[in-house]
């Protein structure tokens, strides 16, 4: 389920950044999605560390958020691609069948956080 986010937005240095939400609505080990210019963005909360990449795989769009995360490893739950949630690596294409393919890297946004406030930099 992804969340449209309203028109929040800071500056900061230089940067304008988007509020997403606050960091209790995002637990330790958990992720959400959320949409915010037209992107679906999906973000992590890694032992208290907020980070955020796509929420689509790059092998056939299957929705990140959807899927499991296991330490800063995202598992996308249509054929197991596994994405880094920090770099956006693809550190494992997905199964299908016996067979193992290759996916692509997928885009990461700088996170900031203002008191409770989850920001994002698009």
């Keep these: 389920m992804c969340e449209l986010l309203s028109s929040a937005c800071f500056f900061y240095w230089g940067s304008l950044l988007n509020k997403i939400t606050t960091i209790d609505n995002i637990p330790t080990g958990e992720m959400k999605s959320f949409i915010i210019k037209d992107k679906e963005i999906l973000v992590a909360n890694v032992d ?3 980070f955020a990449m796509d929420n689509r795989c790059s092998h056939m769009g299957g929705k990140l958020s ?3 995360l296991d ?3 995202v598992v996308c739950p249509r054929h197991g691609s596994r994405f880094n949630i920090k ?3 693809a550190v494992q294409g997905p199964k299908i069948l016996v067979i193992r393919l290759s996916t692509k890297k997928l885009n ?3 996170i900031k956080i203002q008191e409770k406030d989850i ?3 698009l």
Aim: glycine fraction near 22%.
């Design 48 to 50: 208290g560390n907020f």
């Design 66 to 68: 959807e899927g499991t």
């Design 71 to 73: 330490g800063d490893i």
């Design 87 to 89: 770099t956006g690596e």
């Design 108 to 110: 990461t946004y700088p």
């Design 119 to 121: 920001m994002i930099d």
